[in-house]
């Protein structure tokens, strides 16, 4: 845990919280992924959300993962070698990258984020859901609520108290 406070301290728009997401936020994320789905995780951070959605899905062949932070990218190498890894920014990656996704999960800290970069990145992640995927996404305000009903039609919101801060769960759809 202290090895998190130090990171957090050091890069707080990359880490955006002061503890690893609770068993409770994860159980919320991952609640309607079902097997077979192709999942992309973006900001895995250390793993606490990618165990339960392996739990759920039952193949690491169908989760990506897309992290920015080196040391933490190295950390899910380890964690889930059967997983693909893809390393850096999520805007120039999904710029490039033109796969679909059953469901995008995502722990960005997007609230930190510039907001003309945060609407790119949200236009990135629904160009790449499947006409009936969904984009699932927590953070710790509704600060970014209306930028998502903007560029989704159905957005559902959210919230649990068991987690350091507590969470919102935002659930968007085509």
């Known amino acids: 845990m202290l090895w998190w406070l130090k990171k957090l301290i050091r890069h707080p728009a990359r880490i955006g919280s002061i503890a690893p997401s609770s068993r409770f936020l994860a159980r919320l994320m991952v609640r309607e992924l079902k097997p077979g789905m192709r999942i992309l995780e973006l900001g895995p951070g250390e793993g606490a959300i990618t165990r ?6 039952g193949a690491a062949e169908k989760l990506t993962l897309l992290e920015r932070d080196p040391e933490l990218a190295d950390i899910c190498a380890k964690k889930f070698p059967d997983c693909e890894l893809l390393r850096g920014d999520a805007a120039d990656i999904l710029e490039r990258d033109t796969r679909t996704f059953d469901a995008i999960l995502s722990g960005i800290p997007f609230a930190v984020m510039h907001e003309e970069k945060r609407q790119r990145v949200f236009t990135l992640i629904r160009d ?3 006409p009936d995927g969904s984009f699932i996404m927590f953070q710790y305000s509704r600060h970014t609520l209306h930028e998502l009903k903007d560029i989704f039609p159905r957005v559902e919101v959210n919230l649990t108290f068991k987690n350091l801060p507590p969470a919102f769960v935002f659930t968007c759809r085509n």
């Open 52 to 57: 339960r959605i392996l739990e759920q899905i």
């Open 128 to 130: 790449h859901l499947e």
